[in-house]
């Protein structure tokens, strides 16, 4: 499986936009870019996935470099309920239920 | 809609023994996977079921083992407990293969 990176950690401050990088320079054609969050003491959530193009939804936005080895995912206005693990996952062909987690980011949200 | 759901929510259980852990998809969902988290680590996937049948499976030994049945519900079979089988283990069901997954809170099994 093609591997990411990711900071361990970032911090951010509440209200304020947030840019969580991450780095793939090894992806396919085929990979498809999955995120997940895991807030304490839950399982983890889907956020957003996307292949090429840059993708919104209610939770966040996916911006991916033209050359696909990097993405960005955007908290619009970070709130404290955002402070979790968030990982960035490639995926084979949109096999999305046979996902390979890294250690991820954890962000911190200050009020 | 009621999501993921696990269980026991905790289990102890002794080296040598065995385990049964249960998960029940959402209403709908027809692919239930599973996964194991050790404490301060992403979670890794153990299989992945779609009506009933077996997926894939990821780089666990034999003692592992799972099953769905006709409802969709699904159970995890771990044989020969080790310490090292000490983890959270998390369900995720989706509604097709390659949709989007949801997890349960996860089952967390201390084996002493």
């Known amino acids: 499986d093609a591997k990411t990176t990711q900071p361990n950690s970032m911090e951010s401050n509440e209200e304020e936009p947030v840019h969580l990088p991450c780095n793939h320079s090894?992806?396919?054609?085929?990979?498809?870019i999955h995120w997940y969050r895991q807030l304490p003491s839950q399982g983890p959530e889907y956020v957003i996935h996307?292949?090429?193009s840059n993708v919104n939804n209610r939770m966040a936005s996916l911006a991916i470099a033209e050359d696909r080895k990097s993405s960005t995912l955007i908290l619009h206005r970070a709130t404290l309920r955002d402070a979790a693990v968030y990982y960035c996952?490639?995926?084979?062909?949109?096999?999305?239920?046979?996902?390979?987690f890294g250690g991820g980011t954890r962000l911190m949200v200050k009020p | 809609d009621a999501g993921v759901t696990q269980s026991p929510t905790h289990l102890i259980k002794t080296r040598g023994q065995q385990v049964t852990l249960r998960c029940s998809p959402i209403?709908?969902?027809?692919?239930v996977s599973w996964y194991q988290q050790v404490l301060g680590q992403g979670p890794q996937f153990i299989f992945q079921?779609?009506?009933?049948?077996?997926?894939g499976r990821g780089n666990f030994p034999d003692r592992f083992s799972a099953r769905q049945f006709p409802n969709y519900s699904s159970e995890l079979n771990v044989n020969a407990l080790l310490l090292g089988d000490s983890a959270l283990y998390l369900c995720?069901?989706?509604?097709?293969?390659?949709?989007?997954?949801?997890f349960g809170n996860g089952t967390r099994l201390t084996v002493t």
């Open positions: 995720a069901s989706s509604l097709f293969e390659g949709s989007p997954l949801h």
């Open positions: 090894t992806i396919s054609g085929t990979d498809y």
């Open positions: 996307g292949l090429t």
């Open positions: 996952i490639l995926s084979y062909n949109n096999a999305g239920n046979m996902l390979t």
């Open positions: 209403s709908g969902h027809k692919s």
């Open positions: 079921y779609y009506e009933k049948e077996e997926r």
